[in-house]
């Protein structure tokens, strides 16, 4: 029925004919593409030099390039997939096919042997591991490699990778072999061959379904799936991004994915082959109008030659093309048009057609109410409209282009203002359209945004705020007069109340005065009997020195006197502080010296206590105005409490400079100290008057509560101010900060030569300081020696403790071995006393233990026991014991054998410290040994100014505190005193050599 009746051809070289029948249209236009092996569904291609191999359901062919021919290969019942060259015979090729094949072909003789075959599974995918050279094969259930030993192919199997995995695709970089399946991505590492990565939806990959892996010169991975298009992976971001049927791809398969010179990828899909701009993500589609046989692509049916012309198969056919020859040979310039606009109001469920108003008025107005546009557009390339695609962006609202849903547009409801909609087309070029249509839209207005309406509503709610007005001043008027005379009537009341409290205030500031003067008065009578105890009580010491016996008790006397003393002279300060009569008396003064000296005057006691007291300034000299009775007593109180509350062998630190506010010179001390802390409750308290944080668990940590809080009313007088940091088991430091007084605005104390005045009594700071009496014994002259008690029955502790009351020794108790070893090793005592048969450790054990441990293995142990037997003597010294008594003791007895032990300790002392003395004694190897190893480091390290305990013990293996305790048991020296003495031997030793004078020497 084809009557024809006219014919054109416009610009696109499109021929139009009508007839009876309507309109045909004629697309006059090359094929960009060569075809092969049409009629046939396509599984596997593959280029050998000039020939073609193309394996397709039922028929096998190769077709030669240069001159066209084509002839069968292989068997047309055995449809080839996968082409591989076999590296030890390059001759032959591995070919995989579908049915359950694995074989050998030789191109040249036309012979292939069909190697290795499993049930039911497409050996389909042979591929090489290109660093072992091994042979794999992947197939629609799992995955294989070949054994050449045994010659058959083994299973190989993860609990990922296994039978019901099929392999798609393997691309081997310098990570590995990445095998792609459709249950994930897996990296199989090239030498070891194990996978070591498996990537999934489970572990947040995008996909299980995947067909293709293609990794471009910049690392980037593109992933073809069978269910979500396109995936971008950046590997080293670890980010994904999708492309797929909803941004510009024509289908969601991606069979394979390869790139050209020119940074397009071109891919095959169930729907067309695309060619994707990886810059911009543009996307063009070839269907069969384009000249491809089929819209329908196979799995594994690509190829890319080395001339990078591209190969696809399909089900009607093979393709080819070179990227190269399409480059750039179309563009268009095809202008769009609207064919159709229609709006949505919120009053109407149909839709009305605005197309006509906007041909009128070139502008698309809306109502506020209208809830949906819908535009509809045409791109004027009629080459294949149905592929034709459209995007849209409005000016200021869309940061990037919108996808429309083929050619409508769909805008949901717009604020009211003027916007700009563009409108862009890209058709059957792949090349987004350079005119773009521009669509102005206002959206009006909404009633009550108008200014009129504006206008109306505000001169309403300025009448309501002016009647509001009127009434409110009406009624305050009124609620004025009401309390005006309640405040008058209140007044009075007042007045009278005033009257009577001025009256209290006077009586209870007289009261309070009263109470200051008592105060003060009772202090001073204190003082005068106390005075007269006092000073009799040391002329009785000085000039007659009573008898042993008494003389302990007339120390305890003296010493609790000047404790009361002491409390007297701080509760006096109270009372002037109090009274508001204390007054500051400013004496020219060298602050940094003045301050080192009261720190050393803490030193003899910080170091019975173990403790390392260190005092830190950045000055040398910082002469200021100072009231120094009221610094030492801030000084005093603040170090003395450091020490009360920090356990032995802990450090506290003075720390003393000069900081400026402004203009302003302030002194700046921090006391800073490793004992027991202060929480945050007790600390709000810490300086209230005879508040006392409940920390001690002995008499030894218990105060009065004056101290602190006559710090703080010191520092306060003097303009300052102090804080404390605590953390409890951590420490405590104390932050003072007071300004510097100009000199030049107040008086000076004409006396400008400082001395120190005279500080409480530092020995009553600790009960462990309590003098004892000496005796006739020849314990060490005039010092407390620590004896250690062992022993489970307290009659007999109490009995030994009775034996040695007279003596001058400090006395500690354990009540077994274990007990005893521990505080041995706490305390290292000068004399252990130690029954045998004990609870938990015997008398044996414990001997056996203080002679193994260096820090202990000095001291000489009397073992007591019932046990009379010439065996267990033996057996107590062969253990280390010195002496060996049994019960029932003499106590004369046990105090001479203790005596003689002091004695040789003496000795051993006085060898230690004399560097010509020499013996070989058994008795003293370990000790002996002890000294010449810190003697030899003392010598090496003899010229370093910063020896000292720290560093020695470390050297050791000893702490600071153990090492002083046994370096005092052997010598009678403290560790300064040592060093000194070794470097006084060294220096004898040098002038006795003659070589160099004393000041080279020194």
């Known amino acids: 029925n084809f009557s024809y009746i006219d014919a054109f051809i416009d610009s696109q070289n499109i021929l139009w004919i009508t007839c009876g029948n309507g309109i045909y249209k004629i697309v006059t236009k090359k094929s960009l593409f060569k075809t092969y092996h049409k009629n046939y569904s396509i599984r596997g291609i593959f280029q050998d030099g000039n020939e073609l191999f193309i394996g397709g359901y039922g028929s096998n062919i190769k077709i030669n390039l240069l001159n066209g021919k084509t002839q069968p290969f292989f068997d047309d019942n055995s449809t080839a997939v996968h082409f591989l060259r076999d590296p030890d015979h390059p001759d032959s090729l591995w070919v995989g096919t579908i049915l359950k094949e694995l074989c050998k072909y030789n191109p040249k003789t036309d012979q292939y042997k069909t190697y290795y075959s499993k049930e039911n599974l497409s050996l389909d995918f042979p591929f090489i591991n290109s660093i072992t050279k091994k042979l794999w094969v992947g197939s629609s259930g799992g995955l294989f490699y070949l054994d050449k030993n045994l010659k058959k192919l083994e299973y190989f199997s993860t609990p990922d990778l296994n039978e019901n995995v099929a392999v798609k695709h393997t691309y081997q970089n310098k990570e590995g072999l990445w095998i792609v399946t459709d249950h994930g991505l897996f990296l199989m590492d090239a030498k070891s061959e194990t996978i070591v990565k498996y990537l999934s939806k489970k572990t947040g990959f995008p996909s299980d379904h995947l067909l293709y892996l293609y990794e471009d010169k910049e690392g980037i991975f593109w992933i073809g799936t069978k269910d979500i298009g396109l995936i971008k992976w950046d590997k080293k971001k670890d980010s994904f991004r999708i492309f797929d049927d909803t941004n510009g791809l024509s289908n969601n398969t991606i069979y394979a994915v390869y790139e050209d010179n020119h940074d397009f990828l071109w891919l095959t899909s169930n729907y067309g082959l695309m060619s994707f701009n990886k810059n911009n993500f543009n996307t063009r589609v070839y269907l069969p109008q384009d000249g491809i046989p089929h819209e329908e692509f196979n799995t594994f049916s690509h190829f890319k030659a080395t001339d990078g012309t591209l190969y696809f198969g399909g089900l009607n056919g093979v393709i080819s093309f070179n990227p190269d020859d399409l480059y750039g040979k179309e563009q268009d310039n095809f202008p769009i048009h609207i064919t159709n606009i229609k709006l949505l109001s919120e009053t109407s469920d149909d839709f009305i057609d605005r197309t006509k108003n906007f041909l009128q008025t070139n502008q698309i107005i809306l109502n506020p109410n209208d809830v949906r546009l819908e535009i509809e557009v045409s791109l004027l390339d009629f080459t294949n409209p149905e592929t034709n695609q459209y995007t849209y962006q409005i000016e200021g609202l869309h940061k990037q282009w919108l996808f429309a849903d083929q050619n409508k547009i769909v805008l949901p409801k717009l604020p009211h203002g003027d916007y700009i909609l563009n409108v862009r087309g890209k058709g059957a070029s792949g090349n987004w359209s350079a005119n773009i249509l521009k669509i102005p839209i206002h959206v009006n207005t909404p009633f009550y945004l108008k200014r009129l309406f504006l206008t109306w509503v505000s001169l309403g709610f300025l009448a309501l705020v002016f009647i509001y007005i009127r009434l409110r001043t009406r009624k305050l008027k009124n609620d004025r007069k009401r309390l005006e005379a309640e405040v008058y009537k209140r007044t009075q009341q007042i007045e009278w109340d005033k009257q009577t409290i001025a009256s209290q205030a006077e009586a209870l500031t007289e009261l309070d005065k009263a109470k200051n003067r008592f105060f003060s008065n009772i202090t001073h009578e204190f003082k005068t009997p106390l005075t007269l105890i006092i000073g009799p009580l040391e002329q009785l010491i000085q000039e007659e020195p009573p008898p042993n016996i008494f003389k302990r008790r007339i120390h305890g006397v003296v010493k609790n006197a000047k404790r009361i003393q002491d409390l ?141 809080s006559l710090v703080y009313d010191l520092i306060i007088l003097q303009g300052g101010e102090i804080e404390i940091d605590s953390n409890p088991g951590l420490g405590t430091t104390f932050h003072v900060k007071i300004p510097v007084p100009n000199s030049e605005s107040i008086d000076l104390n004409s006396d400008s030569h400082m001395t120190l005045i005279d500080l409480p009594n530092i020995e009553l700071l600790t009960e462990k300081n309590v003098p004892l009496a000496t005796n006739e014994s020849k314990s060490l002259e005039g010092e407390s020696l620590e004896v250690l008690i062992v022993e489970d029955s307290n009659d007999m502790r109490e009995y030994i403790r009775q034996c040695l009351k007279h003596l001058n020794y400090n006395i500690t108790e354990a009540i077994n071995g274990e007990e005893g070893y521990i505080k041995a090793q706490s305390i290292v005592p000068d004399l252990i006393i130690s029954d045998i048969m004990m609870p938990k450790k015997d008398g044996y054990s414990l001997v056996q233990e203080i002679r193994g441990n260096i820090s202990t293995s000095h001291i000489p142990l009397i073992l007591l026991t019932a046990k009379s037997s010439l065996d267990s003597k033996l057996k107590g010294l062969r253990h280390g014991a010195d002496v060996y008594l049994t019960k029932p003791f003499s106590p004369k007895e046990l105090i001479l054998r203790m005596e003689k032990l002091i004695e040789i300790r003496k000795l051993l002392q006085k060898r230690y410290t004399n560097d010509s003395i020499k013996t070989n004694n058994a008795i003293f190897e370990q000790e002996d040994e002890f000294i010449a190893k810190l003697k030899a480091y003392i010598i090496e390290n003899l010229d370093d100014p910063n020896l000292n305990g720290d560093t020695i013990g470390k050297a050791l293996a000893l702490s600071r505190v153990h090492l002083y305790r046994k370096l005092k048991a052997l010598t009678n020296q403290s560790i300064t005193e040592y060093v000194k003495t070794i470097r006084l031997q060294e220096a004898f030793k040098l002038i006795q050599e003659g070589k160099l004078n004393v000041s080279e020497i020194a």
């Open 568 to 708: 007297i002279n701080q509760l006096l300060d109270l009372s002037q502080l109090e009274s508001g009569q204390m007054k500051l008396k400013y004496t020219q003064t060298d602050m940094i010296s003045y301050s080192r000296d009261i720190t050393k005057r803490f030193q003899v006691l910080a170091e019975r206590k173990q403790q390392k007291l260190s005092f830190h300034s950045e000055l040398h000299q910082w002469h200021i105005a100072l009231d120094a009775d009221k610094w030492q007593k801030i000084l005093f109180n603040l170090i003395s409490n450091a020490i009360k509350f920090t356990p032995e062998a802990k450090n506290i630190d003075v720390y003393l400079n000069r900081i400026y506010q402004g203009k302003d010179e302030f002194i700046s001390l921090k006391v800073k100290d490793e004992g027991i802390g202060i929480d945050q409750e007790n600390i709000q308290k810490i300086f209230d008057r005879f508040y006392q944080v409940d920390l001690s668990n002995t008499k030894e940590q218990q105060g009065t509560g004056i101290g602190l």
